[in-house]
Every structure is written in structure tokens, then in C-alpha cells.
């Protein structure tokens, strides 16, 4: 008896985990986010590792020429602290999932009594051991929940992975738009300085008075003032582009001035957004597990056997018992927990329909505003495009005549100059609705999942 007990400690003890300190170390953090470099071995490996998953061609990684939007995405992937997050809460229920299913442990029960009058021998000692039988099959059940629950987790993953890279092409297509822009802005400053030198020259002639020479002095300022905001909104988009990408706002590096091109929109895009979309498979996985919480309450109805043995000492004489355990299910049949997953299937399926609208109407005003922000690129640089620019030329013209008025060359070069900012405008409009229709459509990767992967 006695050394059964000890043994049976013994063996606990020997299975329980240990606890393991870790504190929080500030120190040492900004130390290593100080260290994180694009150009690590294990950022390039697993920009190859992504190349091949992608059903878009990537090209090669390579930081010698600046970080362009591609090399960017990658490095937001690997590095963005708010995806490590969310990977390690999938990691948790993964490590959840692989040790799922297991019965219940056994209870060992010990029991003293004493007789308090006088006999021979007045204690009673007992002891028994029980364990359940799942006949049910809850366990299994409880296992595939348990799997389902993780494929949200890894579908909430891919979901604020693909929101990280929305929000970054967002910013990207933003800098180089405000790039863009002041470049526009520095070249009409040039062109305004040009004519200021022939006002200025005909005010020492005294053909041309001060006051009108002077708007081009204040439109100069004026202009100066936009260039120094657009370099601030430039440096503030930079600035959110380097918080996405998980590194400081000091890292070493230059990012890319090109503009990048939206890449090329599928045929049947309802169809591809029904098959990739990040959303539908999140509420997919999330209807997958009230599939199988319906399950287990379904299981939950049939009883799981109860076995147990005990050995008992009273009076100098040894028992031994057997014991079984039924749990008869007549009156309660988990109605109440039957009922309530069923509502709650009905709930998920119905949170899966209404996102499919949701997204499918989205992807319709994505599309209208991309084709009216083109017509509209279109109209401009067809009809209001080369009418300023006339207007331009024309100008000039009676300059060299003689015949300069500070108004007109002015009006000249202003109307040019918002002409090229409304089509650079539409051309953004355009670019932005065709960056959200492939935001719609969802990522065109996909990583294979670490259970397959361990197998």
C-alpha cells in the first residue's frame, strides 16, 4: 500500500513541467531591433522562401539600388512586430491543438478511518483508482475543435499579413505621389523664376512696374512654402513606411523613388475574391469550428464509462473492489448546449454570407472609381493638357513681342501647372483603386502550414 502510493507520486511529479523565468528586458530589446538589417541572411532566405510560394513573379532581392516596394513587402513580413504577435497567438493554439485528445487523467483516491473504541485494530485504510473510458468519442472531437480553432488563428494570421502590405503599398503610392508632386512643384518655381527675370529686367527698363514684377516674387514664396510641406508629409510617409517594415526610424537605408505600376487585374475577379480573399477564409475557419462545437455538444449526449478498482484493510482483512460508472442520459440531453450551437452555426454562416456582399459591392465601387479616375486621367491629358500648354507658348510669344502683361505669363504658367497636378491626381485615384481591387482579391502567397511542415 504504502509503496504504492509513493510510486504513484513519484511518477506525477516526474511528468509535471517545471517553471522558467522570463522577465522583460527593455535594454535588450532596443538593442536587437537596432540590429534588424534587410540584408540578413535569413530576410534574403526567406525572400526566396516567398518567391516561391507566390504565384506572382517577384523579382530577385537585391538592396544595392535602394529598397523598392517588393523588397519592402518582405521585409515588413519578416520583421513587423504586430505580425509577430499574431503569429505567436497562432503558435498558441497550435501547441493547443497538438495536445488535444487526450483522456482525462485517472483519480487516485486514499482514505483513513479510526475506530475510536477499543479494538484490535482500529484504522481503516482504503484506496482506489478511477479512470474514464471516452466511449462518446468526445476526445476526437475535442481534437478536430481544437484544429479548427488553430486554422482561424492561421487564417487571422494571413489576414493581418495581407492588411500589413495594403497599408504599405497605401503609403508607398502615397510618398511617391507627394514625390511626384513636389518635383511638379520645383519645376513650376523654374519656370516662374524665368519670366520673374524678364519682369525684373523690364521694371529696370521702366516698362514694367514693381507691383506686377512682384507676384511672381510672392507666387515663388508661396510655392517654396508647399515644397517644405510636401517634404514633411514625404519624410512622415517615410517614417510610417519604416514603422511597417518593423525597423527604426534611423535604419540605414534608402527607399526607392520609383513609382510602381499596378500589377495586372485577373479576368474574373469575383471569383478570385471569393477563392482568396483573407476575410471569407477567416469567417470560413470561424464556421468551421462552430461546425464541430455543434459536434461535440452532439457527442456530449452519450456517456463515457467510468472504471475504478480500490483496495481496502479493515479490521486485519483486505478487500478488493471493481466499479463502473454510467451516467444514464434520459433526462437533460444536452439540449440547452445542442440548441445554443446550433444558433451559433446559424450566426457564423450568416456573418460569411453578409461579408461575401460586403466585399463583392466594395470590389464594384473599387472598379467604378478606378475606370472614372482613367476616363478622367484620359480627358485631361487629351483636352485641358495641351490647351495650357498653348496657353504656355502663346505667352511667350507676346512676350518676345513686346507685349508682356504679369497676369497673363502668370495665369500662362499656373493653368499648366494644375493641369499636371490633375492628371498626376488622377493618375494616384487610378493607381489607389487598382491597389484596393487587388487588396480585394487577396494575397497571391500562401506559406504551408507548420503542422505540415513538422510532418
Known amino acids: 500500500m504504502r509503496l504504492f502510493t509513493i510510486t504513484a507520486c513519484a511518477m506525477l511529479l516526474a511528468a509535471c513541467q517545471g517553471y522558467d523565468p522570463m522577465p522583460l528586458d527593455?535594454?535588450?530589446?532596443?538593442?536587437?531591433?537596432?540590429?534588424?538589417?534587410?540584408?540578413?541572411?535569413?530576410?534574403?532566405?526567406?525572400?526566396?522562401?516567398?518567391?516561391?510560394?507566390?504565384?506572382?513573379?517577384?523579382?530577385?532581392?537585391?538592396?544595392?539600388?535602394?529598397?523598392?516596394?517588393?523588397?519592402?513587402?518582405?521585409?515588413?513580413?519578416?520583421?513587423?512586430?504586430?505580425l509577430r504577435v499574431a503569429r505567436l497567438h497562432a503558435d498558441v493554439e497550435l501547441a493547443g491543438a497538438r495536445e488535444a485528445g487526450y483522456w482525462d487523467n485517472p483519480e487516485l483516491e486514499i482514505d483513513a478511518t479510526r475506530i475510536l473504541a477499543s479494538v484490535d485494530n482500529p484504522w481503516i485504510l482504503g484506496a482506489g483508482i478511477s479512470f474514464t473510458l471516452p466511449l462518446s468519442g468526445r476526445k476526437g472531437v475535442e481534437e478536430d475543435l481544437a484544429w479548427a480553432e488553430h486554422d482561424v488563428t492561421r487564417a487571422q494570421v494571413i489576414e493581418r499579413e495581407w492588411e500589413i502590405l495594403v497599408e504599405l503599398r497605401q503609403l508607398w503610392r502615397e510618398r511617391s505621389g507627394l514625390?511626384?508632386?513636389?518635383?511638379?512643384?520645383?519645376?513650376?518655381?523654374?519656370?516662374?523664376?524665368?519670366?520673374?527675370?524678364?519682369?525684373?529686367?523690364?521694371?529696370?527698363?521702366?516698362?514694367?512696374?514693381?507691383?506686377?514684377?512682384r507676384l511672381f516674387e510672392l507666387e515663388i514664396a508661396s510655392q517654396r512654402a508647399s515644397v517644405a510641406r510636401l517634404n514633411t508629409q514625404q519624410r512622415d510617409s517615410e517614417l510610417r513606411i519604416r514603422e511597417l517594415m518593423g525597423l527604426r526610424h534611423d535604419a540605414p537605408l534608402a527607399l526607392s523613388d520609383t513609382i510602381e505600376p499596378v500589377a495586372a487585374l485577373p479576368g474574373k475577379r469575383e471569383d478570385e475574391l471569393l477563392a482568396r480573399n483573407p476575410l471569407l477564409e477567416v469567417k470560413r475557419a470561424e464556421y468551421a469550428v462552430s461546425e464541430q462545437h455543434l459536434r461535440l455538444e452532439v457527442r456530449k449526449q452519450y456517456p463515457d464509462l467510468t472504471i475504478g478498482g480500490g483496495y481496502e484493510l479493515e479490521e486485519g482483512q483486505s478487500r478488493i473492489s471493481v466499479m463502473f460508472g454510467l451516467p444514464i442520459p434520459i433526462l437533460n440531453l444536452n439540449r440547452e448546449g445542442i440548441a445554443r450551437a446550433k444558433g451559433a452555426r446559424l450566426a457564423s454562416r450568416a456573418e460569411f454570407e453578409g461579408a461575401t456582399e460586403h466585399l463583392l459591392h466594395r470590389l464594384a465601387r473599387a472598379e467604378l472609381r478606378m475606370n472614372a479616375a482613367r476616363e478622367q486621367r484620359a480627358f485631361i491629358e487629351r483636352e485641358i493638357a495641351p490647351l495650357a500648354d498653348q496657353q504656355v507658348v502663346d505667352a511667350r510669344r507676346l512676350a518676345e513681342?513686346?507685349?508682356?502683361?504679369?497676369?497673363?505669363?502668370?495665369?500662362?504658367?499656373?493653368?499648366?501647372?494644375?493641369?499636371?497636378?490633375?492628371?498626376?491626381?488622377?493618375?494616384?485615384?487610378?493607381?489607389?483603386?487598382?491597389?484596393?481591387?487587388?487588396?480585394?482579391?487577396?494575397?497571391?502567397?500562401?506559406?504551408?502550414?507548420?503542422?505540415n511542415d513538422d510532418e
Open 401 to 451: 513681342l513686346g507685349e508682356f502683361e504679369a497676369l497673363t505669363q502668370l495665369e500662362a504658367l499656373a493653368r499648366r501647372f494644375e493641369a499636371r497636378l490633375q492628371v498626376l491626381e488622377a493618375a494616384q485615384e487610378e493607381a489607389l483603386a487598382g491597389d484596393e481591387t487587388l487588396a480585394l482579391l487577396g494575397p497571391t502567397w500562401r506559406f504551408a502550414d507548420k503542422e
Open 26 to 82: 527593455s535594454g535588450e530589446h532596443l538593442k536587437a531591433w537596432a540590429k534588424r538589417d534587410p540584408r540578413d541572411a535569413s530576410v534574403v532566405e526567406y525572400a526566396k522562401q516567398l518567391a516561391k510560394v507566390d504565384t506572382q513573379k517577384r523579382a530577385p532581392y537585391d538592396l544595392g539600388d535602394g529598397i523598392s516596394l517588393h523588397e519592402a513587402e518582405v521585409v515588413a513580413l519578416f520583421f513587423n512586430p504586430d
Open 179 to 213: 514625390i511626384e508632386q513636389q518635383r511638379l512643384t520645383e519645376e513650376f518655381i523654374a519656370d516662374v523664376r524665368v519670366v520673374q527675370e524678364i519682369a525684373n529686367a523690364l521694371v529696370n527698363a521702366g516698362e514694367l512696374i514693381a507691383l506686377d514684377a
